[in-house]
C-alpha cells in the first residue's frame, strides 16, 4: 500500500473536520420472605393498597409510551417500571431506591451480575435475572443495528461499532475487526479476555486473524471496565508494536479505539498512532 493510498484511507476515516493535534503522545444473601419467586408477597398490604399499586403502575408505562423513553424519567422511576414485570404485586419504589444506594448509580445497578443484586431485599431471581438482561439485550440491540449497515466508514462507525460488542463487559476483551478496501467489515475475532486490569494482545493472533480474513486494514478495540477510556502506555505501546507488524505485511492499522462505559476514545484522533495525514 503506498503512502498516496494510507492517505486517502486515513482522511477518509477521519473526514474533513478533523484536526491533528499538535503533538504527538508518549509512550449480602437473598431474603426469600420477598422473593418474588416464592410466591409470597409480604410487601403487599390491604386491597386498597394494592389497587394504590395498581394505579401507580399504569400511570407509569403511560408515561413511557407517551414519552417514547426515559429521558424525563428519575433513574429510580426507570428501575421501579423495569421491576414491575418481575414482581407483580407490591410497592417497587423502596427496592429501587435500595438498588440506587447499594450500587451509588444506575450504571452500577444494570451492569451487576444476579448474585449480588439478590443481596438487595425484594430481589429474587427473577428479578435480578431481568436487570441483569438489559445492558447485554442492548449489545445485542446495536449489533443487530450494524449488520444492516456492516460498514465502517469513518471514525464514528467504528466508535458505534466497538460500543457494540464492549459496553458494559465486566471484563478486558480484547478485538481485531478486519475490514476490506471499501472499508466494510469482513470479520472480527475475540483475540483475549482477562481481568480488570490487562489485556494481552496477542500479536501473532491479531496477523493470523488479519492473514484469514484477506484484511485491507484492521480496527481494533478493547474495554477498560470501571476507568476512564484513556490509554496506557502499555496501550499505546503495544498499539504502535502492532500497527509495524502489520504494516510490514502491507495491512493498514486503522485505529485502535477504548470503550469505558458510554465513553470511546480513539488512537488516531488524539496522536497516539504515529501517523499522520499529509497535504
Known amino acids: 500500500m503506498d503512502r498516496k493510498e494510507i492517505d486517502s484511507v486515513y482522511r477518509r476515516y477521519l473526514?474533513?473536520?478533523?484536526?491533528?493535534?499538535?503533538?504527538?503522545?508518549t509512550v449480602r444473601e437473598p431474603d426469600s420472605s420477598l422473593d418474588p419467586d416464592s410466591g409470597k408477597d409480604e410487601t403487599a398490604g390491604s386491597r386498597d393498597g394494592e389497587s394504590k399499586h395498581a394505579g401507580h403502575r399504569?400511570?407509569?408505562?403511560?408515561?413511557?409510551?407517551r414519552e417514547k423513553g426515559f429521558e424525563n424519567f428519575e433513574d429510580h422511576q426507570i428501575l421501579e417500571l423495569l421491576l414491575f414485570y418481575a414482581n407483580p404485586r407490591g410497592d417497587t419504589n423502596p427496592i429501587a431506591h435500595e438498588l440506587l444506594e447499594r450500587f451509588d448509580n444506575l450504571k452500577n445497578v444494570l451492569e451487576?451480575?444476579?448474585?449480588?443484586?439478590?443481596?438487595?431485599?425484594?430481589?429474587?431471581?427473577?428479578?435480578a435475572t431481568l436487570i441483569s438482561m438489559v445492558v447485554p439485550l442492548t449489545r445485542a440491540y446495536e449489533r443487530c443495528a450494524m449488520q444492516d449497515q456492516r460498514r465502517v466508514g469513518n471514525c464514528r462507525d467504528a466508535e458505534h461499532y466497538c460500543k457494540s460488542l464492549l459496553m458494559g463487559e465486566q471484563n478486558e476483551r480484547?478485538?481485531?475487526?478486519?475490514?476490506?478496501?471499501?472499508?466494510?467489515?469482513?470479520?472480527?475475532?475475540?483475540?483475549s479476555e482477562g481481568s480488570l486490569s490487562e489485556?494481552?494482545?496477542?500479536?501473532?493472533?491479531?496477523?493470523?486473524t488479519s492473514l484469514n480474513h484477506n484484511a485491507h486494514s484492521v480496527l481494533l478495540c478493547?474495554?477498560?471496565?470501571?476507568?476512564?477510556?484513556?490509554?496506557?502506555?502499555?496501550?499505546?505501546?503495544?498499539?504502535?508494536?502492532?500497527q509495524r507488524i502489520l504494516g510490514a505485511l502491507n495491512i493498514l492499522l486503522l485505529d485502535h479505539i477504548i470503550v469505558a462505559g458510554t465513553q470511546t476514545y480513539s488512537m488516531i484522533q488524539h496522536g497516539d498512532i504515529d501517523y499522520r495525514v499529509r497535504n
Not at 489485556?199 to 501473532?204: F, G, I, K, L, Q
Not at 478493547?222 to 502492532?242: F, K, V, Y
Request: net charge positive; proline share 6%.
Open 112 to 127: 451487576a451480575r444476579p448474585e449480588r443484586l439478590m443481596t438487595v431485599k425484594g430481589v429474587g431471581d427473577k428479578a
Open 58 to 65: 399504569q400511570k407509569l408505562r403511560d408515561r413511557f409510551i
Open 174 to 191: 480484547f478485538y481485531v475487526i478486519c475490514l476490506n478496501a471499501q472499508c466494510q467489515v469482513v470479520g472480527k475475532r475475540r483475540i
Open 222 to 242: 478493547h474495554n477498560h471496565p470501571g476507568g476512564t477510556c484513556a490509554p496506557s502506555r502499555e496501550d499505546i505501546a503495544s498499539t504502535l508494536q502492532l
Open 15 to 25: 473526514d474533513d473536520t478533523f484536526t491533528w493535534p499538535e503533538t504527538m503522545h
Open 199 to 208: 489485556v494481552s494482545a496477542y500479536p501473532r493472533s491479531v496477523v493470523e
